[in-house]
């Protein structure tokens, strides 16, 4: 089905609602706003720019995509993380880029078994769930792991509260597949005419993708981060509470 212009501007009328709720209630709606405008030009731009990558068949090309939407991921990743920004980005990046790049290749080149292995068709919708995924789960880390560390907390219960909060998106996702709502992509294929059982399996291959991918990154980037949050003397209190 294709939707018509006119029907899609239909959609703007409850975000329209939302936002006479914030001034309603003199609340910003300027992030907002700003978030709605670059959701749309990045769509359409991104839109145009599959067409063409569609029709490539060049394999750097397809690769530069990928390490420029992991590069994105690990900026957009740290956006609400007021210090250590610098030195923390090396690690979201490469966190990433090795789980969610080993992940993705798992399931290009053994789960798909896509031929070639950098088909944009594929990979690129793929990398996008999830490099998007795990930027999300490294944001909430992060920024719990600072609150947890301003709040007293030594690093490894920080670590540990920070990375449960941080999975609880995913876990929820995991419980409410099927019942409470049937996720994009097999929402997609559904509607496109797939049989429902072969979505189904589709839908399976990209939770696990997802929920392994972004957990692993999350694991990596409080591993790493250690060094930026953890001075010599938190390390020694550490010591001195495994010896107690």
């Given at each position: 089905?294709?939707?018509?212009?006119?029907?899609?501007?239909l959609?703007?009328i409850?975000?329209?609602?939302?936002?006479?709720v914030?001034?309603?209630?003199?609340?910003?709606?300027?992030?907002s706003?700003?978030?709605?405008?670059?959701?749309?030009?990045?769509?359409?731009?991104?839109?145009?720019?599959?067409?063409?990558?569609?029709?490539?068949?060049?394999?750097?090309?397809?690769?530069?995509?990928?390490?420029?939407?992991?590069?994105?991921?690990s900026?957009?990743?740290?956006?609400?993380?007021?210090?250590?920004?610098?030195?923390l980005?090396?690690?979201?990046?490469?966190?990433?880029?090795?789980?969610?790049?080993?992940?993705?290749?798992?399931?290009?080149?053994?789960?798909?078994?896509?031929?070639?292995?950098?088909?944009?068709r594929?990979?690129?919708?793929?990398?996008?769930m999830?490099?998007?995924?795990?930027?999300?789960n490294?944001?909430?880390?992060?920024?719990?792991?600072?609150?947890?560390?301003?709040?007293?907390?030594?690093?490894?219960?920080?670590?540990?509260?920070?990375?449960?909060?941080?999975?609880?998106?995913?876990?929820?996702?995991?419980f409410a597949?099927?019942?409470?709502?049937?996720?994009?992509?097999?929402?997609?294929?559904?509607?496109?005419?797939?049989?429902p059982?072969?979505?189904?399996r589709?839908?399976?291959?990209v939770?696990?993708?997802?929920?392994?991918?972004?957990?692993?990154?999350?694991?990596?980037?409080?591993?790493?981060?250690?060094?930026?949050?953890?001075?010599?003397d938190?390390?020694s209190?550490?010591?001195?509470?495994?010896?107690?």
């Amino acid at each position: 089905m294709q939707i018509p212009l006119f029907n899609l501007a239909l959609t703007a009328i409850p975000v329209v609602l939302l936002l006479a709720v914030y001034a309603y209630w003199r609340m910003p709606i300027q992030t907002s706003l700003y978030a709605l405008l670059r959701m749309l030009f990045q769509l359409l731009l991104i839109g145009y720019l599959l067409v063409f990558l569609f029709a490539s068949d060049n394999v750097w090309l397809i690769v530069i995509i990928l390490l420029l939407m992991i590069l994105l991921s690990s900026h957009i990743a740290l956006r609400t993380i007021p210090h250590h920004r610098a030195a923390l980005f090396r690690y979201a990046f490469l966190s990433i880029g090795l789980a969610g790049g080993s992940v993705l290749a798992l399931v290009v080149v053994g789960v798909l078994q896509a031929s070639p292995w950098y088909d944009p068709r594929v990979i690129v919708p793929l990398g996008g769930m999830i490099f998007a995924n795990a930027l999300t789960n490294i944001s909430l880390a992060a920024e719990r792991l600072e609150n947890e560390l301003a709040h007293g907390a030594d690093f490894v219960s920080a670590r540990n509260a920070a990375f449960n909060a941080a999975m609880i998106p995913i876990v929820n996702s995991l419980f409410a597949v099927g019942l409470v709502a049937l996720p994009g992509m097999m929402t997609g294929q559904i509607l496109s005419g797939i049989s429902p059982l072969v979505a189904v399996r589709y839908q399976i291959m990209v939770m696990l993708m997802v929920f392994a991918s972004s957990g692993l990154a999350t694991a990596l980037f409080l591993g790493w981060s250690r060094g930026v949050f953890c001075t010599p003397d938190c390390h020694s209190q550490e010591q001195i509470k495994d010896q107690d």
